[in-house]
């Protein structure tokens, strides 16, 4: 079946295997789908919860916002999200594999700026070998989960179809996603994409927060900014699966070297508790993050 083929043919596969199929077929063709309301209003209130005592206490800042890099390890209460039944079917589904590989890849995010961008990692070398861009077999795929809606005011992800195939983050129409809280996005990890772009003012205090190096200053300025508009505080999360071949053995060992280079001692491993329940979802995971 081709990529433009859908909905997928019927035949003799049953109807989950359909769906699998084209699930992967647009995959395959534009890069990303989103599966609305994968996570209930209960889910994503836990989620809330969990991020806003994280990031009270502790955070990278980037983007005039708050960053946790490898959140899998950092932030163990939510575990529970890496090994979520239906997103882990999804992760099956557009892998092609009963058993794909959770990377312990995870960002989390909050109030944070973003620009256009691939997650494949070029100014750190580059987490795959060969022409990759041009390739049909990288089965490694993100989770987009934004804890709010985004079905009116347009800043939630914004994608460029089909350019998980192109070097260049800019090139291609752009298409912004208007989700809603408990929907999910997954993408191929060489997708351009960008969350919330700077308006004119933020981009003056990003400016200034290159120039000065005063990141808690810029910061408070922005979230002023942001009181002053009646937004509520924006947060999202990101992980990646792959199927269990060396596409993903590659991007498993770039996400271990990004570990060791953040000095981190939890960085390292994972919860004990989200190996067992990886275990009980038949999910492999990165064999570098040992239990701790």
Not at 124 to 136: H, I, L
Not at 259 to 280: K, T
Request: glycine content about 8%; aromatic content about 8%.
């Amino acid at each position: 079946m081709t990529p433009d083929a859908l909905p997928p043919h019927q035949g003799a596969a049953g109807p989950e295997a359909q769906n699998a199929a084209a699930r992967r077929a647009v995959m395959a063709r534009d890069g990303y789908m989103v599966v609305p309301q994968l996570l209930s209003a209960a889910e994503v209130a836990r989620l809330r919860q969990t991020l806003l005592a994280h990031f009270a206490r502790r955070w990278n800042w980037e983007g005039l916002g708050k960053h946790q890099p490898h959140a899998s390890s950092h932030v163990p209460a939510m575990g529970w999200i890496f090994a979520h039944p239906a997103i882990v079917q999804v992760f099956r589904d557009i892998t092609g594999s009963r058993h794909p590989v959770f990377t312990g890849n995870c960002d989390a995010h909050m109030n944070m700026l973003s620009w256009w961008h691939k997650d494949t990692g070029e100014s750190q070398g580059g987490c795959f070998e060969g022409d990759y861009y041009a390739s049909r077999d990288i089965p490694v795929f993100r989770a987009g989960i934004y804890l709010q809606d985004h079905d009116q005011d347009g800043h939630g992800l914004q994608v460029r179809p089909g350019s998980h195939h192109t070097r260049s983050p800019l090139e291609g129409a752009v298409e912004t996603l208007r989700t809603r809280a408990g929907d999910v996005v997954f993408f191929d990890i060489r997708l351009s994409h960008a969350g919330q772009l700077a308006d004119p003012f933020e981009t003056l205090l990003l400016r200034a927060d290159r120039r000065l190096g005063a990141p808690r200053v810029t910061h408070g300025i922005k979230e002023g900014w942001r009181l002053l508009r009646g937004k509520q505080s924006k947060l999202s999360l990101f992980f990646t699966y792959g199927a269990p071949v060396a596409a993903t053995d590659q991007f498993c060992a770039y996400e271990m070297a990004s570990r060791r280079r953040s000095g981190a001692p939890e960085a390292a491993g994972l919860s004990a508790e989200l190996h067992n329940l990886l275990m009980a979802q038949d999910v492999s995971c990165n064999p570098e993050l040992r239990a701790r």
